[in-house]
Nanobody, 127 residues
Framework: QVQLVESGGGLAQPGGSLRLSCAAS????????MSWARQAPGKGLEWVSV????????YYSDSVKGRFTISRDNAKNTLYLQMNDLKPEDTALYYC????????????????????WGQGTQVTVSS
């Protein structure tokens, strides 16, 4: 079955960096778009970024654009999120998700367009 396991979270200072990883198994990783989303305490799920299977098309939410970089290593079945210039408002539980085959640029922020989710990794940004 599909498994997504996130890692790399932790405590960072404002302005600092973290790199999240998501190890995928149980499906042909290179054939699917993958995404990162986050949920801050007391708030709803927020889409962060997506990378399509061709590794060339990436998209970001306005809140992280210019600071976060999504990437994938199809040979290692792993998704990454490099997070730089972290801010306290980036504090959240970060999830990776597998996109449905029908996922397009127009639908990438729709939760129902993702069919598998990891358990999440906590990121806390605080001085």
């Amino acid at each position: 079955q599909v498994q997504l396991v996130e890692s790399g979270g932790g405590l960072a200072q404002p302005g600092g960096s973290l790199r999240l990883s998501c190890a995928a198994s149980g499906f042909i990783f290179s054939s699917y778009a993958m995404s990162w989303a986050r949920q801050a305490p007391g708030k709803g799920l927020e889409w962060v970024s997506v990378i399509f299977k061709d590794d060339k098309n990436t998209y970001y939410s306005d809140s992280v654009k210019g600071r976060f970089t999504i990437s994938r290593d199809n040979a290692k079945n792993t998704l990454y999120l490099q997070m730089n210039d972290l801010k306290p408002e980036d504090t959240a539980l970060y999830y990776c998700a597998k996109g449905r085959p029908q996922l397009t640029r127009a639908t990438l922020m729709i939760r129902a367009m993702y069919d598998s989710w990891g358990q999440g990794t906590q990121v806390t940004v605080s001085s």
